[in-house]
């Protein structure tokens, strides 16, 4: 597959990271064309490494869908600068803060996600986390670390090791 074509303002390509919100970031294989119902359907290939995954998404509702390209270098130094910022700590109860947690991790903003670790994110100074903060806090690294690692070219954990060390120097 050379191209696939999207729209007019971005086409997806095979070899190209691109981020799923609800799975993060997939590398392109291509494209086939599948029968449904009796139409022609143009899918698009995605793999997701990390959940050993490949999803296959009707090319016309790709961006219906949330499926974008990586996130440009202007919008990960905002995503970083939302990281060095000081913690919102919000005193509502737990499980409204945790949904509204998931549904960031979930938008696949990197901004957003972003605001999920920075306020989770735990200092020795700081009370104990529960395990469903730990959990949540570890989601949310770990999908901004992907698109992270994918952008600079490096690997996942040095990825996130590099953004946990952006935090502490904050």
């Known amino acids: 597959m050379a191209k696939a074509k999207q729209d007019t303002t971005e086409e997806f390509n095979a070899d190209d ?5 609800t799975h993060g970031v997939g590398r392109i294989l291509g494209t086939e064309q599948n029968t449904v119902a009796g139409m022609n359907i143009d899918m698009l290939i995605v793999r997701f490494e990390q959940d050993r995954m490949t999803l ?10 949330g499926l974008r390209t990586l996130s440009s270098e202007k919008q990960m130094a905002e995503a970083i600068t939302t990281l060095k ?6 005193r509502d109860m737990w499980s409204k803060r945790a949904k509204q947690y998931e549904d960031k991790i979930r938008s696949g903003d990197p901004v957003s996600i972003a605001e999920v670790v920075r ?5 020795n100074t700081q009370t104990e986390q529960s395990y469903s ?8 690294l770990e999908r901004l670390a992907r698109e992270f690692a994918a952008i600079e070219k490096i690997d996942q954990e040095a990825a996130a090791v590099k953004l946990e060390n952006l935090m502490d120097a904050a």
């Open 85 to 90: 910022g000081k913690a919102r700590i919000r």
């Open 133 to 140: 903060e730990r959990q949540m806090y570890q989601a949310a």
């Open 56 to 65: 296959r998404v009707p090319l016309e509702k790709a961006r219906s869908l």
């Open 17 to 21: 990271f691109v981020v799923y919100p």
């Open 119 to 123: 306020d989770l994110r735990r200092r």
